[in-house]
């Protein structure tokens, strides 16, 4: 058992002030990772925008190092806690916030922060979001082009609108006349895309038809963090990838009745020239060839008559015999400022004070880190909330 206190500075002398730079309204809390290194994490409030920031010392040769830093940084408060988890992340919890923004994870040597380190030839650190529960697993969609996979997609959100998500991909290709940027894609650049493939920012990515395109790990999180469940629209390697990463998805294949079908579809969607219709069909065969994979698909789906295919997709959903009701729990904790935090094995306790007790019917709960999954560039999920040795959330 480790004990940490939760702490906050408001009047920082010295060097670490110094080399951080924080003016008088800044808070800072440091960590000793591994024998050698301090992690200086400093709020500062420059020009009256709060931000973190955050430096090293290395202990080894006295140096500070300015890391660059990936994900989206937490908004500062005026006091937090922090710890250190397994030399790899350092738990942060924000004071004077409800628990669906107090908990952030500042990853030091996660394998997404190791890779970008030998990528980079720097040192890098990498926030997190941590979320409460798990999202429901995504549904990945794949097929060839025209075999009518966006029409059953179309269908199912139109049906449950509050509970799926779309995914929406990026892509080098030019937008179709009724396409909008940031409804059916991000419509983007190759080099831009490429750079952001490059730090990480991609769960997948595939070259389709003479085109860059790629799903973000933001495109799926977005969706998640608005309580639906994500369904993704890649092509056969696109779902190859999503296989071999660390998200957990359903994997669904749509099939044409026959090739002659599918042709004849693509044509009357009138959406590409004859030279795209005939890269598409030549693509069509491998995918189709590949589509029968037991290992890759868990389900494959022949979409003959539509409303049958649709019905067909409902009832592997489980949505056939009405809507299902969501079992999130909207119950919400709120950490004050002044709190402490101790950690018994994966779990941090953090006892809220008695003066709170008016204010939150919860003054003293365990946040158990057990089951967490995902991480740096993406969110912290599986996190667990439990009062009094009763589970409360996730
Ligand atoms: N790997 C991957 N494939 C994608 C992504 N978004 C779309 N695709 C696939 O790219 C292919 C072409 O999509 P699109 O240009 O919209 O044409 P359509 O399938 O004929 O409607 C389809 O197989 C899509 O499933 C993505 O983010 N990643
Ligand atoms: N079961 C079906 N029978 C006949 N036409 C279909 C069927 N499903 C989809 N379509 C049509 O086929 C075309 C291609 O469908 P679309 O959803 O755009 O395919 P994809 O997204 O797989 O490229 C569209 O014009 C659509 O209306």
């Known amino acids: 058992m480790g004990e940490a206190p939760a702490f906050f500075i408001?009047?920082?002398?010295?060097?670490?002030?110094?080399?951080?730079?924080?003016?008088?309204?800044?808070?800072?809390?440091?960590?000793?990772?591994?024998?050698?290194?301090?992690?200086?994490?400093?709020?500062?409030?420059?020009?009256?925008?709060?931000?973190?920031?955050?430096?090293?010392?290395?202990k080894s040769t006295n140096k500070w190092v300015i890391p660059i830093v990936f994900g989206t940084k937490p908004k500062p408060s005026k006091g937090y806690s922090a710890i250190l988890l397994?030399?790899?992340?350092?738990?942060?919890?924000?004071?004077?916030?409800?628990?669906?923004?107090?908990?952030?994870?500042?990853?030091?040597?996660?394998?997404?922060?190791?890779?970008?380190?030998?990528?980079?030839?720097?040192?890098?650190?990498?926030?997190?979001?941590?979320?409460?529960?798990?999202?429901?697993?995504?549904?990945?969609?794949?097929g060839p082009s025209g075999v009518g996979k966006g029409t059953l997609i179309s269908k199912l959100m139109e049906e449950f609108p509050s509970m799926f998500g779309f995914s929406v991909s990026h892509t080098t290709r030019a937008p179709r006349n009724n396409e909008q940027n940031g409804v059916h894609y991000h419509f983007t650049e190759r080099s831009i895309m490429e750079k952001d493939i490059n730090d990480g920012k991609f769960l997948e990515f595939a070259d389709v038809h003479g085109n860059l395109y790629g799903t973000s790990i933001?495109?799926?999180?977005?969706v998640a963090d608005g309580g639906k469940r994500c369904i993704l629209d890649i092509d056969v390697q696109g779902a190859r990838s999503v296989r071999a990463s660390s998200l957990e998805a359903i994997f669904i294949f749509i099939c044409p009745p026959s090739f002659e079908e599918l042709e004849k579809r693509l044509r009357a969607r009138g959406t590409e020239t004859e030279e795209q219709i005939q890269k598409r069909l030549r693509n069509a065969k491998a995918e189709l060839e590949q589509g029968k994979s037991p290992v890759l698909f868990d389900h494959i789906l022949v979409n003959d008559n539509l409303d049958t295919c649709y019905e067909n997709l409902k009832k592997l959903l489980g949505l056939s015999d009405g809507i299902k009701i969501s079992q999130k729990s909207e119950l919400v904790v709120h950490v004050p400022l002044e709190h402490t935090v101790a950690r018994i094995d994966q779990k941090i306790v953090?006892?809220?004070?008695?003066?709170?007790?008016?204010?939150?019917?919860?003054?003293?709960?365990?946040?158990?880190?057990?089951?967490?999954?995902?991480g740096a560039p993406g969110r912290t999920r599986g996190l667990n909330i439990y009062a009094m040795g009763t589970k409360i959330m996730g």
């Open 218 to 222: 933001e495109a799926v999180d977005v």
């Open 86 to 142: 397994d030399e790899d992340r350092i738990l942060v919890i924000k004071g004077n916030s409800s628990s669906d923004d107090c908990f952030w994870f500042l990853e030091v040597n996660t394998a997404f922060v190791r890779q970008q380190k030998a990528r980079l030839g720097t040192e890098v650190a990498a926030w997190s979001k941590g979320v409460i529960g798990e999202a429901e697993k995504p549904i990945v969609i794949s």
């Open 10 to 58: 408001d009047n920082i002398q010295g060097n670490i002030s110094n080399e951080l730079n924080l003016n008088s309204k800044g808070y800072v809390t440091t960590i000793d990772v591994s024998c050698n290194k301090t992690y200086v994490i400093g709020a500062t409030e420059k020009e009256s925008t709060p931000t973190f920031e955050i430096q090293i010392l290395d």
């Open 350 to 374: 953090i006892n809220c004070g008695g003066s709170e007790l008016e204010k939150s019917a919860i003054n003293s709960f365990a946040l158990d880190l057990s089951s967490i999954k995902g």
